[in-house]
């Protein structure tokens, strides 16, 4: 089976090369790799064909789901392959990913970020252990689907007709969509945590807590679209979240509630104590997993990361709750100009109107 990567990029040529180094030097050399650059301000095309590889570039911005689709279009492959351009692909990864899919079991195939990446300071470590451990203990069949590094049959994608434009989320969700689309037509998704990518992307305190803020607002409003909140409620998962992050996002703002209501009442002393011990207890699988990779200092120092990173997902949950609840409201009679005209809030997912 014929492997295709593709590959779309809007101004990520600084991280480009090594997305492409990497897949030169794969066990399993791709038959092709087609880069889809998505209006970008800076040419990369002249990199690409320096490596012989495909390149193809879009006249007007129309985000990444449509550069996949033209990317899919040309492609040759019997296997679709679905990378970033900040990502640094495994050696053995292509290789792998033709072995799972060969097994006719299986339509798609997802992979995992490697858990340490080339930045050291504490919000990049504690971003990509967290992304490995959460991948990690998600179930080996998976109801989405990642497009960071994942696989998909060409006949699976096509009768699916492939990731849809109209889809808009700024906050991410087009590839979960997907999945979700392939598992209602009854194609299987497998996850293997061996299929790894190294992630490139650089972190601070401020872009960590801003980034899962609006993922939080964007993965709610997905589930909310999709009508898989009650899935979520009862499984206490969506996607590669987990069910003790979920917990812990609904403890650490009943914590700050409660040191915020105690000098109004001491019961809530007692409140807070008791929601500090639960974090803690929910939290201890992942601590134990940052001190068997990273130490006993590492695991103590990002505890209060771990609480802002609850928070501010929980917030911005809180803020996508409000924005879906006033989309539920009646239709409003509104009185303007003396004539009467009807305005109904439209579901906005992050600064696109829904269709």
Request: charged fraction near 25%; charge should be positive.
């Amino acid at each position: 089976m014929d492997i295709s990567v593709i590959i779309p990029i809007r101004d990520g040529k600084h991280t480009l090369r090594f997305c492409l180094d990497s897949l030169k030097k794969s066990e399993l050399p791709p038959s092709e790799v087609i880069v889809v650059d998505d209006c970008s301000r800076e040419d990369c095309s002249d990199l690409v064909r320096s490596y012989g590889f495909k390149f193809l570039r879009v006249d007007r911005p129309q985000e990444a789901e449509n550069a996949r689709n033209m990317g899919a279009e040309m492609a040759k492959g019997d296997i679709l392959v679905f990378t970033d351009c900040d990502m640094v692909i495994q050696p053995d990864a292509l290789g792998r990913i033709r072995k799972s899919l060969s097994n006719l079991h299986y339509a798609a195939i997802s992979g995992v970020c490697t858990p340490e990446n080339d930045q050291r300071n504490l919000a990049a470590r504690y971003k990509n252990l967290w992304l490995y451990y959460s991948y990690a203990s998600s179930p080996k069949d998976f109801d989405y689907w990642i497009s960071s590094i994942g696989a998909v049959r060409k006949d699976a994608f096509f009768s699916v007709k492939g990731f849809c434009t109209s889809f808009q989320n700024k906050y991410g969700g087009g590839d979960l969509e997907f999945g979700r689309r392939l598992k209602k037509a009854g194609w299987r998704i497998r996850l293997d945590t061996k299929i790894q990518g190294k992630h490139l992307k650089r972190y601070s305190l401020w872009s960590l807590l801003k980034n899962d803020y609006s993922r939080g607002k964007g993965w709610f409003k997905f589930a909310f679209r999709e009508r898989i909140l009650t899935y979520v409620v009862k499984k206490l998962r969506i996607a590669n979240i987990h069910p003790g992050f979920l917990l812990s996002v609904v403890i650490s703002l009943a914590l700050i509630l409660s040191l915020l209501l105690i000098p109004f009442h001491k019961i809530f002393v007692v409140c807070a104590a008791f929601l500090a011990l639960a974090y803690l207890l929910v939290n201890y699988p992942l601590l134990r997993f940052f001190r068997r990779r990273a130490g006993t200092y590492f695991a103590l120092k990002v505890l209060p990361l771990i609480l802002a990173d609850h928070l501010a997902a929980g917030l911005g949950v809180i803020r996508a709750a409000v924005s879906c609840l006033g989309w539920l409201l009646p239709t409003r009679s509104i009185r303007l100009g003396g004539r009467s005209e009807l305005k109904k809030e439209s579901l906005e997912l992050d600064g696109q109107t829904e269709a």
